[in-house]
């Protein structure tokens, strides 16, 4: 779906994300340029660079989801990290290029797992040979060893009506395998025990630039030993099929894949970078902050970053950042840094108007969410729209008396508005409930009035 028009992009967000227009248009002409880029003839492609993005707002607005929803719609690998991981231990915060080793790391579980489900039907199969070996394990009479004579060795000859015997009842036992007759019967299996000690090595760069993978080199010291299990058929038959997956999956065309498909489309999503925005000074956490901005640098400007896959070259992956900057301010960043995210969009702030389409516009809406889980026990739960309109200025209300969250405030409000229906609902004898404006109304009282008491619970 990477070829959407800009507007289908659009469209496609729109089911998930209420309002911020500007962001949208933005992250789609973005996702758009990557497919016009591959367009472009050979020798122009690898000059043209992506334009990252800052989008600003208070959080709970929709910053993560725009990203998230992104790059689900166009397949391509994300990664989600706080820029304040890599100041929180002090002067000495996370390697920087941890990111995008976690970006192509996740990127090789997603292929891989996509390949086993592609040869799943033959592992199955081979998975099934293995099951009835277990089942029906090779006659000792087929080979007979005198031991009164060592020197020579002498061998019955296998009769064909024995052969012949021998399939026809692994033939039978095929069915009823596959029949489900034998999902009560137990095996014996011998399972590779993959538990190993965790060691843990600290130092400022990364295991990869060591030139070491450790947990391959203790891996190969220690013997990889079997420990058998007894599990029922049925278990049995998914860990034999797992194994098998694994054994067909040709995982150099995994790495190789998945290595392309990060340099060429992945997106890494820099969540609070405002906390790393140093004001005027040179003392104290600041230069730490400033520090971690120039080690940001060359990985947005475009470096290659070593990894136990390889190399991988980030010159082409789309970063987007976001914050809050209610402390800082855009221009707060160095300026190279700066040059690096051309494209700035600010947020807007939600009001009861956005609040009301968020609990029932979107494929995911809270009030759908809810419907849903009560519907589990039988009852039909439905929403007055009095009911939603009360509960959107509540929680516009609350967020204007205390700390604005955005949308995440109004979780917090369905929880305590169906805190009563959702502990009683199993032992409810009444199966159709009606939320009206009162309801709510009688809900959020008390709570509302106590300036205090909002506070703590809402």
């Known amino acids: 779906m990477s070829n959407l028009k800009p507007a289908e992009i659009v469209k496609e967000l729109d089911k998930y994300i209420i309002s911020q227009d500007r962001a949208k248009r933005s992250v ?28 600003i ?42 990111m995008v080793r976690d970006l192509l790391e996740v990127t090789v579980n ?54 012949q015997e021998t399939s026809s009842t692994r033939e039978k036992l095929r069915r009823m395998l596959r029949n489900g007759k034998l999902d009560t019967r137990y095996v014996d299996l011998d399972v590779s025990d993959r538990s190993m000690p965790v060691v843990e090595i600290f130092s400022n760069v990364g295991m990869e630039e060591m030139g070491i993978n450790f947990k391959d080199m203790l891996g190969g010291l220690m013997p990889k030993g079997k420990k ?14 797992q194994e098998e997956a694994q054994d067909l999956v040709d995982m150099d065309k995994v790495v ?69 900057f209610h402390m800082c301010k855009p221009s707060d960043l160095i300026p190279e840094l700066q040059g690096r995210f051309p494209i700035r969009v600010e947020l807007d702030s939600l009001s009861r108007k956005e609040f009301e389409r968020i609990l029932t516009e979107p494929k995911n809406a809270l009030i759908l969410q809810y419907k849903a889980l009560i519907k589990t026990e039988g009852i039909d739960v439905v929403f007055n729209k009095d009911a939603i309109t009360e509960i959107a200025k509540v929680a516009e209300d609350v967020n204007n008396s205390t700390e604005n969250i955005g949308a995440r405030r109004l979780h917090t409000l369905m929880e305590c508005l169906l805190e009563d229906i959702l502990f009683d609902a199993p032992d409810l004898q009444v199966k159709n409930i009606v939320i009206d404006g009162n309801y709510v109304n009688d809900k959020f009282k008390d709570i509302k009035d106590d300036e205090d008491l909002s506070r703590y619970i809402l």
């Open 28 to 55: 789609a002409i973005a996702l758009r340029n990557r497919w016009r880029r591959r367009q472009v003839s050979e020798g122009l492609r690898d000059e043209i660079a992506p334009k990252n993005i800052i989008l």
């Open 57 to 98: 707002g208070p959080t709970g607005v929709g910053k993560t989801e725009i990203a998230r929803r992104l790059a689900r719609l166009a397949d391509s690998p994300f990664f989600k990290v706080e820029a304040s991981k890599f100041t929180e231990v002090g002067y000495v915060g996370r390697d920087v290029e941890s």
């Open 110 to 163: 997603i292929l891989k797992s996509r390949e086993q489900d592609t040869v799943k039907e033959k592992a199955n199969l081979i998975a099934e040979e293995r099951m009835l070996d277990l089942l029906l394990p090779k006659s000792q009479e087929d080979v007979t060893v005198k031991p009164e004579d060592t020197k020579e060795v002498q061998f019955e000859i296998v009769k064909e009506d024995k052969v």
């Open 228 to 241: 058998r299990r007894k599990v029922k058929v049925p278990e049995a038959m998914e860990i034999l099929a």
């Open 256 to 324: 190789k894949n998945a290595i392309e498909m990060v340099e060429q489309s992945g997106i890494i999503f820099l969540d609070e970078i405002d906390k790393i925005a140093g004001k005027d000074g040179g003392h104290g956490p600041d230069v730490s902050r400033e520090g971690v901005q120039r080690d940001l640098l060359p990985i947005v400007e475009g470096s290659t970053v070593p990894t136990k896959y390889g190399s991988v070259r980030t010159n082409h992956i789309l970063f987007i950042a976001s914050g809050a």
